[in-house]
């Protein structure tokens, strides 16, 4: 299974271009955080893996295929976003039997072993379940999907922190015995990093970056000494960020930063220190001043 974007554009109507000639690849079952901020794009780029959505030029192809409208890739997909409830009449497990029904790869008897640790009450009709449990309905349909390709788009927000963290652990624990595609798009970047193998960040509808995360995360180093030894050493690099307070400076980095010049930067009289994904995330999105 892959997904492939070439020349992707999407826009609606003539002129709002909500992305932007987006080019990458994914070929491997790893677990993908797509990162950006609101309006980037996020949701445009996954409601077209999702098969939601048709670029208006460009292609997005999975498995060599378009999955608009192509029943048998869409079988493939499962796109779980967070979603309006408030008619809902059914409750959860009669919901839970109709996925099982009508999805390929989905496992009933895991879904209701999930239902049992969130503590979902199955016979409470949709509508009439809490935000957060609601949420939790969600993520539960998505993991027992085992869909090649499975995308969470912001569905945790309404869950708590404890029942985010046990999605966390049966995310991982899914990602071992079942290994797919996972694509998580988030604002919890700090709570969650840990989580990806591989890091997309869209800016205004543009791919700034498909990375590695250790390979992303090696290449933001924070400096902090004095002013004249910062300013020194990180002359003619990429430059970030920057802080003072007093005669005592911080510069974060961007770029190939190898052990060589992190030795040199120490017997300079510098503390070196690695960014975090959350920092870099703010950092390299930030708005021009």
Same mark, same amino acid.
């Given at each position: 299974?892959?997904?492939?974007?070439?020349?992707?554009?999407?826009?609606?109507g003539r002129?709002e271009h909500v992305?932007?000639?987006?080019?990458?690849?994914?070929?491997?079952?790893?677990?993908?955080?797509?990162?950006?901020?609101?309006?980037a794009?996020?949701?445009?780029?996954?409601?077209?893996i999702?098969?939601?959505?048709?670029?208006?030029?460009?292609?997005?192809?999975?498995?060599?295929?378009?999955?608009?409208?192509?029943?048998?890739?869409?079988?493939?997909?499962?796109?779980?976003?967070?979603?309006?409830?408030?008619?809902?009449?059914?409750?959860?497990?009669?919901?839970l039997?109709?996925?099982n029904?009508?999805? %390929?790869?989905f @496992?009933?008897? $895991?879904?209701?072993? &999930?239902? *049992?640790?969130?503590?979902?009450d199955?016979?409470k009709? #949709? /509508?009439?379940?809490?935000?957060?449990?609601q949420s939790?309905?969600?993520?539960?349909?998505a993991?027992?999907?085992?869909?090649?390709?499975?995308?969470?788009?912001?569905?945790?927000?309404?869950?708590?922190? %404890?029942?985010? @963290?046990?999605? $966390?652990?049966?995310? &991982?624990? *899914?990602?071992e015995l079942?290994?797919?595609?996972?694509? #998580? /798009?988030?604002?919890?970047?700090?709570?969650?990093?840990?989580?990806?193998?591989?890091?997309?960040?869209?800016?205004?509808?543009?791919?700034?970056?498909?990375?590695?995360?250790?390979?992303?995360?090696s290449?933001?180093?924070?400096?902090?000494g004095?002013?004249?030894?910062?300013?020194?050493?990180?002359?003619?690099?990429?430059?970030?960020?920057?802080e003072?307070l007093?005669?005592?400076?911080?510069?974060?980095?961007?770029?190939?930063?190898?052990?060589?010049?992190?030795?040199?930067a120490k017997?300079?009289g510098?503390?070196?220190?690695?960014?975090?994904?959350?920092?870099?995330?703010?950092?390299?999105?930030?708005?021009?001043?």
């Amino acid at each position: 299974m892959n997904i492939v974007a070439r020349n992707l554009n999407f826009a609606y109507g003539r002129h709002e271009h909500v992305l932007k000639d987006i080019n990458f690849e994914i070929n491997e079952p790893k677990i993908y955080g797509l990162l950006g901020r609101n309006g980037a794009g996020k949701t445009s780029l996954l409601s077209i893996i999702g098969s939601f959505r048709e670029p208006t030029s460009g292609e997005l192809l999975i498995k060599g295929e378009a999955p608009f409208e192509n029943a048998e890739v869409m079988q493939q997909v499962t796109f779980m976003y967070s979603k309006d409830f408030s008619s809902e009449t059914e409750n959860a497990k009669s919901l839970l039997k109709d996925s099982n029904r009508y999805r %390929p790869n989905f @496992d009933y008897d $895991y879904a209701l072993q &999930l239902a *049992e640790k969130f503590k979902l009450d199955l016979k409470k009709p #949709l /509508s009439k379940l809490s935000k957060g449990k609601q949420s939790i309905f969600n993520v539960i349909v998505a993991l027992a999907s085992r869909t090649p390709i499975t995308i969470f788009d912001e569905v945790y927000l309404g869950m708590d922190a %404890p029942a985010r @963290d046990l999605f $966390y652990k049966e995310l &991982l624990k *899914e990602q071992e015995l079942h290994p797919r595609i996972m694509i #998580l /798009s988030t604002h919890l970047v700090s709570e969650m990093d840990y989580l990806f193998d591989d890091v997309l960040i869209i800016k205004d509808g543009k791919l700034l970056l498909h990375e590695s995360y250790e390979e992303l995360l090696s290449r933001g180093v924070t400096l902090i000494g004095s002013k004249q030894a910062v300013d020194t050493f990180s002359n003619g690099k990429d430059i970030i960020h920057h802080e003072q307070l007093g005669d005592t400076h911080s510069v974060t980095l961007y770029g190939a930063f190898g052990e060589d010049e992190k030795q040199r930067a120490k017997q300079q009289g510098l503390q070196v220190g690695h960014s975090s994904l959350h920092d870099l995330f703010i950092q390299l999105t930030k708005e021009e001043d």
